[in-house]
């Protein structure tokens, strides 16, 4: 039973990762045709936004399956605890990731690579806030414990 319920709590998290990813992709795609566009350059194909827009949508179809599963409010926390654990371990490599950009940078200037890594950062602050904005008091407690947990192993390992 305790294998079946952590493969659910595991799927989750790779459908919500999934749809993540898929809806930077759509962003990516419709920042790069806007800048295009604004530049009169030839515009990258419309193809590839329609493509991300359906990918974005089946993955909101998978998900909203997944969530007929889980009626337990103790596993929607975890999977809400473990997501937003996620999402803080992604932005503390937004540092790096981001180096070499400046948001002073001109938007038409910027490389695809940085863009696509601003579209995610971006995205990835906005998902946390409002994981962590919803998170009921017992839920806002365990994800502090998790931290904590987190923090202490992290002194640790160093």
């Known amino acids: 039973m305790r294998n079946a319920m952590h493969a659910q709590?595991?799927?989750?998290?790779?459908?919500?990762?999934?749809?993540?990813?898929?809806?930077?992709?759509?962003?990516?795609?419709?920042?790069?045709h806007t800048r295009h566009a604004r530049a009169?350059?030839?515009?990258?194909?419309?193809?590839?936004?329609g493509e991300a827009h359906r990918r974005v949508l089946h993955c909101e179809h998978v998900l909203a399956q997944l969530r007929l599963l889980f009626d337990?409010?103790?596993?929607?926390a975890q999977?809400?605890?473990?997501?937003?654990?996620?999402?803080?371990?992604?932005l503390q490599s937004a540092p790096f990731r981001?180096?070499?950009?400046?948001?002073?940078?001109?938007f038409g200037d910027m490389p695809k690579?940085?863009?696509?890594?601003?579209?995610?950062?971006?995205?990835?602050?906005?998902?946390l806030a409002e994981l962590e904005g919803s998170m009921t008091p017992e839920e806002a407690a365990s994800y502090a414990r998790a931290l904590d947990a987190r923090a202490s192993n992290s002194l640790r390992e160093e």
């Open 9 to 32: 709590l595991d799927c989750a998290l790779h459908s919500l990762q999934q749809l993540a990813y898929a809806r930077i992709v759509r962003e990516f795609h419709r920042a790069w």
């Open 40 to 49: 009169n350059l030839p515009a990258p194909s419309e193809a590839a936004i």
């Open 72 to 76: 337990d409010p103790r596993q929607i």
């Open 79 to 90: 999977i809400k605890i473990a997501r937003a654990l996620y999402l803080r371990l992604l």
């Open 98 to 106: 981001l180096q070499a950009w400046s948001d002073s940078e001109s």
């Open 113 to 127: 690579s940085h863009l696509f890594e601003w579209i995610s950062y971006d995205f990835e602050r906005l998902e």
